[in-house]
């Protein structure tokens, strides 16, 4: 099974469930890299496009494709080589509330917990709900995004 075909069975609840960014991740990159309406950018990695309507409300020309996840350390090491200099990464955080429908809900975007035998799939959804709820039936998430940025002289 090719887990990178799972994600497109359920983009919708990607969209819905998944951890936005926050505007300030894109002012940021905005500001560090001066994107107005004379440049180009390229985004790797679109999944649903979530992060490409800043850019296209910049008024910039994207181009964007989808690749595998690369580990960020990697790319950041790979990008200075190619002769990119201020290369920099910041965190930025948000916290979401759940209550066990939408986690489970969430699990259901995640191409690996989709592809789990149906059975087991059924018993852990059903264990994580039960131990969700029976702590108040709320579960706070902490995400983390990282940014790495890098400009090329």
Same mark, same amino acid.
């Given at each position: 099974m090719d887990l990178r075909l799972k994600f497109n069975e359920d983009a919708e609840n990607y969209d819905k469930w998944r951890p936005t960014y926050v505007p300030e991740l894109f002012d940021e990159i905005i500001s560090y890299s001066g994107i107005d309406e004379t440049k180009? /950018? @390229?985004?790797?990695?679109?999944? /649903?496009?979530?992060? /490409? @309507?800043?850019? @296209?409300?910049a008024k910039c020309k994207v181009t964007a494709i989808e690749l595998i996840k690369k580990d960020c350390k990697k790319i950041e090491n790979t990008i200075k080589s190619y002769g990119f200099k201020n290369c920099y990464s910041k965190l930025f955080f948000q916290t979401r509330i759940f209550t066990a429908d939408g986690y489970i809900s969430l699990l259901n975007t995640y191409s690996d917990h989709r592809a789990m035998p149906i059975k087991a799939k059924t018993a852990l959804e059903n264990g994580i709900a039960d131990a969700i709820n029976s702590f108040g039936g709320i579960l706070h998430v902490y995400d983390t995004m990282d940014l790495y940025l890098a400009q090329k002289p």
């Open positions: 180009k /950018t @390229l985004e790797i990695g679109i999944g /649903t496009g979530q992060a /490409t @309507l800043p850019f @296209l409300q």
